[in-house]
């Protein structure tokens, strides 16, 4: 007996040291829970620091045949050291009226939130698919809040640029007659034309595509949306007006016909970073990154970030956000989406450096963040 009660205390003490050592620690793949031990449902995500706090917002998924379609809205949570999570609610709610177009069954993905200096307002930006179209309306959708965990009161969606050609698009293009009719997709000649332009003039009258987005703000306060556009097939750096709350209408296609999803951007010592993704799905594949000395500017493709084994797969992870934090490091944040059942989509978050002038992310079992 007394065996027994000595080897269970050995036990206790056990398992208590095991669980002190893994306090503050990141582990990426793991069920993440909040503070109410429920698990962490903000999918494709982003992270808002706001006077000492930080905002996670993301996808809240549902189960089951409901899992596709946002049926909550965007889910936030707060947390002083990026470790404790408390459940903030619905910051952005779905609407009840169908007409809306953030009915109940839209589509809600990758919501961004940035903060406006000047106008003292929370503006959030997301991908929205309309109720029952799949993915073809390819909209971006815009709201502003008073205070950051929300409520956000839903503004407008619409296809970004509507008459507006690239900085970075030739003045023969513009002109140029050749249409998507006249070429079979994926031959070279198709390729050479998607880089000339042909998604863009298909869609110059209605506006540019725009899925898989993200924001960036600059140190001028200058605000930055990032999509996929043309089919997924190139990704559209635009402008944002002064408030945040809609686009200037300047813009440039990065890596035309390249397919990219997924971006997730940050600076560091005057270098813009970009990191995406390919284009499978819910299924992982390798990925890429980019440099470039100005947002608007040349991006200089830079390879695969990952490294080491799974990096064929971004170690089973799609990109989603990367975060600044006070000492000087960077949070990259990723999805590990789990199509059966999307709301046990895993969180991915690892330590993102530059080495050798490209960014590297290299896996983790658990790590801890330095302050
Ligand atoms: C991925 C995209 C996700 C989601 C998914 C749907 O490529 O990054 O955000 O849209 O496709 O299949």
Redesign the pocket.
């Known amino acids: 007996m007394r065996y027994k009660a000595v080897l269970s205390y050995f036990g206790f003490i056990f398992f208590l040291l095991l669980n002190l050592q893994s306090t503050g620690q990141i582990k990426p793949g793991d069920v993440w829970m909040d503070s109410n031990s429920e698990m962490i449902n903000a999918h494709?995500g982003g992270i808002l620091f706001y006077d000492g706090v930080y905002y996670w917002f993301g996808e809240h998924r549902d189960s089951g045949r409901k899992q596709f379609a946002t049926w909550k809205g965007v889910r936030c949570y707060s947390s002083k050291d990026l470790i404790n999570w408390e459940n903030q609610g619905i910051s952005l709610s779905v609407s009840e009226d169908p007409e809306s177009e953030i009915t109940a069954g839209c589509n809600i993905?990758?919501p961004k939130v940035i903060y406006n200096k000047k106008t003292g307002k929370f503006v959030m930006w997301f991908h929205l698919e309309l109720k029952g179209q799949g993915y073809s309306a390819a909209r971006t959708g815009v709201a502003i809040a008073d205070s950051p965990a929300g409520p956000f009161t839903f503004l407008r969606s619409f296809r970004p640029n509507a008459g507006q050609w690239p900085l970075n698009f030739k003045d023969e293009w513009k002109t140029d007659t050749l249409t998507i009719d006249d070429l079979q997709w994926w031959t070279e000649q198709w390729r050479l034309a998607v880089k000339e332009g042909l998604f863009i003039r298909r869609d110059f009258e209605e506006g540019q595509m725009a899925r898989?987005m993200t924001l960036f703000v600059d140190d001028d306060g200058k605000a930055y949306h990032i999509h996929s556009a043309e089919e997924n097939l190139t990704l559209h750096i635009s402008e944002l007006t002064d408030d945040y709350l809609d686009f200037t209408g300047r813009y440039i296609s990065v890596e035309p016909a390249g397919h990219n999803?997924?971006p997730a951007i940050f600076k560091k010592d005057g270098w813009y970073y970009l990191i995406t993704s390919g284009?499978t799905?819910?299924e992982p594949n390798a990925g890429r990154s980019f440099r470039s000395k100005s947002m608007l500017g040349e991006w200089e493709p830079l390879g695969n970030p990952f490294l080491g084994e799974g990096a064929d797969v971004s170690f089973r992870s799609?990109s989603t956000f990367i975060l600044p934090l006070n000492n000087g490091e960077y949070l990259f944040m990723a999805d590990r989406w789990n199509p059966e059942k999307l709301r046990d989509s895993r969180y991915i978050w690892l330590p993102i450096k530059i080495e050798d002038a490209k960014p590297i992310i290299e896996w983790r079992d658990q790590w801890r963040l330095s302050e």
């Open positions: 494709g993905e990758r898989d999803e997924a284009c799905g819910w799609q």
